[in-house]
Structure formats: C-alpha cells, structure tokens
C-alpha cells in the first residue's frame, strides 16, 4: 500500500518561502520511474486545486499558472520523495497543501494529467498547512 507523508508547512510572511516535502513508502524500487506525484491545495471554502505534478522516471513537469515562477518541483527518487519550493508566497497561497501519486502512471496517464485530470492520482497524503501572512 504506498502511503503519502507531506511536512514543512507553516506559517511565513508576504514574501518568504517555504519547502514542503512528500515522503511515499510502498512504492517498490523498481516501479519508483512509473510514479507521477502531484501537489495539490484546498483553501477555506474553496475546490481543490492542483498546483504542479512530476513525473519520477523522466523528471517532465507542469504548473498551474498561478505558481508558475514561483514554485518549483524536485525528486529524490531514491527515497522517492518530491519537494515543492515556494518562494514569494503570498496570502491568497494560505490553504491546506495536500500531495498525491499516481502509481502505476503510464505514458498515457502523464497525458491525462497533462490535460488536468486528477483521477489518475490514486493515493493521497493528509495535507500540510501553509499560512501567509501580510
């Protein structure tokens, strides 16, 4: 069963950064390359949105457009672990960051991404709080 652990949320001001991480466990060495994970976040009141998504063998990514620039992807495949780094937060960012995988991902379901359908993500994390501040 792979499992989802996001950390490094917090709280930060306009302006300052953070580096969220999502350790995945029960995910075999030699299937880690056909992974996708993805972050993924949900403010008050609001619909959940994804944020960027990476694929673990070819390292190909994607962003939404309201963090592009601002945010990057990285991996450790060997842990796998994928980090999120977001600079120059701002307080419309506060919301609860949730990362998930999609395990098998195919060259087919990285497409199916690409065009923004989530449902191939099948496993999810509990989410880590980010706040910003003014």
């Known amino acids: 069963q792979v499992q989802l652990v996001e950390s490094g949320g917090g709280s930060v001001q306009a302006g300052g950064s953070l580096r969220l991480s999502c350790a995945a466990s029960g995910i075999a060495d030699s299937t880690t390359t056909t992974t996708c994970m993805g972050w993924f976040r949900q403010a008050s009141g609001k619909e959940r949105e994804a944020l960027a998504s990476?694929?673990?063998?070819?390292?190909?990514?994607i962003y939404a457009d309201s963090v592009k620039g601002r945010f990057t992807l990285s991996k450790d495949n060997s842990k796998p672990t994928v980090y999120l780094q977001m600079n120059n937060l701002k307080p419309e960012d506060t919301a609860m960051y949730y990362c998930a995988a999609a395990h098998p991902c195919t060259g087919d379901t990285w497409i199916r991404i690409l065009r923004g359908d989530r449902s191939n993500y099948n496993y999810w994390g509990r989410g880590t709080q980010v706040a910003v501040s003014s």
């Open positions: 990476i694929r673990l063998g070819s390292g190909s990514t």
